[in-house]
């Protein structure tokens, strides 16, 4: 027993070295650390950076920089590099070129204006690092991308523009990256641009005209073998990083060029592309992100007031130069104010090739601890910004849509696709009466009643067991001459196989129920309702009907302000004027103005029947006052939003909860539009 007791208490003696144990660690990191800052809206590149310093030497000293450590770290830095040149849409930078080139060159030169006299005369640093420091200004990772994709601007001419000139840019700085080392190493001399021009030319002959002609040849005679592909693209992007060495450029140019020279060979939608992005979010990159924290020591930054001072001013710099650089591109090509806050938001993030420029300086011995230290400040900070900014300039540009586009949305009635995932077997026959009650009778698709069963060796037994359980109320359903079918899938847990199977038969409407208390753990990684709203982009309604509905007496319909901007307004504004026909009730409406005319005015045009009652509300702070006068014939509707869209704010999400505390015993609704 001591001799177990003591060599656990080896194994576990820190800086920890067996190496599974290690790994163990880092994985558990990468798993746990974006989900739990998740919870408190902390971008995931953050957490991982974060639990780097805390492990780290300068941390609880629970892992020490190693060769295995290195190692892992380099493959995540050119992997970075690797899939930022691969992502680039090469198309639209051709389509806006012009446009791209000189914002490209606007945001590269201007941060470097202002970045470099601050450096070197205000801060004091020396020519090369006063030079590199302020070159990390002009780069920019688009961090921010998936907003603007899930608001639907990713055509947006602003958007095109600034993707475009991160080619420029990113390019520009990794070559003045390379000049940087040079000088530092030996001298500008003219043996070094001969011997850089050279190496640039043939390095680029071989990577854009050699390589690509390898690569379509071996994707066509090994196109059965799949795998194959993804050890070549590794093998390419290793081989062309250890190329740039030799012509004398940095390891992180030559994964960048692999990108490019690969880029029209790997459909973004193609599995290798899957593969890629999979295998390098999951855990290179991740454990680049760790061993960046792992080198900050926090006892520099807080060792006086000049490591603050450094990381307070490289932060303003930073953020400030990418606003005059979109300030002035939105005066050149007289775009709106809501897209030179597109473009600033978009352009304004550092992540990877920011650490990737500061890492090698700061290993080549250019930089010191405190630009190190005030960079992964610089990169928490942008980071944030620019989430901010762009989720708010994708919702001005949508409010200033011309001619009321949406209200011209139309619903495709005869196609229209219900599905009603069954937790409780309990609460079916409400939700089936609702399911039957908002239906179109056009549609040619049943409703669909889904049950998801977890993937145990009992599974096929619980599928009988389940359809049994609900042939019943399929026949109900056929009474009132509503076809329904009865779905049953195996799944690991319920969110998946509901989200999974809503895509699947592109389902219009999920049709749930009240959703029951969650436990801690459920809440710490995300409870069943969360998943669904993640995952699926459809329309949800969310029931608790304590009454029969044929017993309600009105409709008590809460709807945030720019509700009428959602791509789902058409959906649930014909389901709550359908619920009101048939139950031959009234429709009480709390909203602005601006949304009260939309609904009018989409009603009219649509040919939709409205019974209703408008009262103004924008008080959401007390929003419970709405609820004074109301009883229990009545069901409160309110129409929310997922986080992140054009109507969401913080009230919302926190309605839900507190009507369930108030009015457990009175019917209540909150729908989510697509």
Known sequence: MDTIINQLIEEFQLPLHNPVLIFSLILFIILLAPI?????????????????????????????????????????????????????DLNEFKVNRNKSLLFGFLTFAIPISIGFPVCYYILGFDFNASLLTSSMFATHTLVTYPIVSKFGLSKNLAVAVTVGGTILTDTAVLVLLAVILGSHNGGLTIDFWMRLGISLVLFSAFMFLVIPKIAKWFFRKLESEKHSHYIFVLSVVFFSAFLAELAGLESIIGA?????????????????????????????????????????????????PMALIIAGTLTFVAIFGKWMAAWITQIIFKFSKGQRKLIFGLSSAHAAATLAVILVGYKAGILDANILNGTVILILVTCIVASFATESAAKMIIRDVDDDDYLHLTYRAHKENILIPIANIVNIDKV??????????????????????????????????????????????????????????????AASGISRTAKEIRADIILLGW????????????????????????????CDFEIPLANHKKLILVVPPNAE??????????????????????????????????????????????????????????FMKLTENMAETDIIILVSSRRGYVSHFGQLDRIPQRLERSFPQMSKMVIYPQ
């Open 36 to 88: 739990v800052l998740h919870r408190i809206r902390i971008p995931g590149i953050i957490g991982l950076i974060v639990s780097g310093i805390i492990i780290g030497p300068a941390g609880l000293n629970i892992l020490e920089k190693s060769l295995f450590v290195d190692v892992f770290s380099t493959i995540g830095l050119l992997y970075i590099m690797f899939i930022a040149g691969l992502e680039l």
């Open 565 to 622: 901007f959602e791509e789902g307004f058409a959906i649930w504004i014909h389901k709550i004027a359908k619920l009101s026909i048939e139950l031959s009730v009234p429709i009480e409406l709390h909203s602005t103005e601006p949304t009260h005319e939309a609904i009018l005015k989409f009603a009219k045009e649509n040919k939709v029947t409205l019974n209703l009652n408008y009262s103004h509300f924008n008080d959401w702070e007390h």
């Open 256 to 304: 960048f060029v692999a990108g490019l020279a690969l880029n029209k060979l790997i459909p973004h939608s193609s599995a290798l592309m899957n593969r890629i992005g999979f295998i390098g979010n999951s855990l290179f990159i991740p454990f680049f992100l760790i061993s960046v924290g792992m080198i900050v020591d926090v006892s520099v930054i807080l060792s006086g």
């Open 515 to 542: 959703p029951q208390k969650t436990g801690f753990l459920d809440k710490l990684i995300g409870d069943k309702m969360e998943s669904i709203l993640q995952n699926t982009e459809k329309t949800l309604f969310i």
């Open 432 to 493: 089936l009466d609702f399911a039957v009650l908002i239906k179109e009778q056009k549609s040619t698709n049943p409703l669909s009643i889904l049950t998801v069963v977890p993937n145990t060796k009992e599974a096929e037994k619980t599928i009988i067991k389940a359809k049994e359980g609900l042939e019943k109320y399929i026949n109900e359903a056929t009474a009132s001459d509503t076809n329904a079918t009865i779905m049953a899938t195996i799944d690991h847990n």
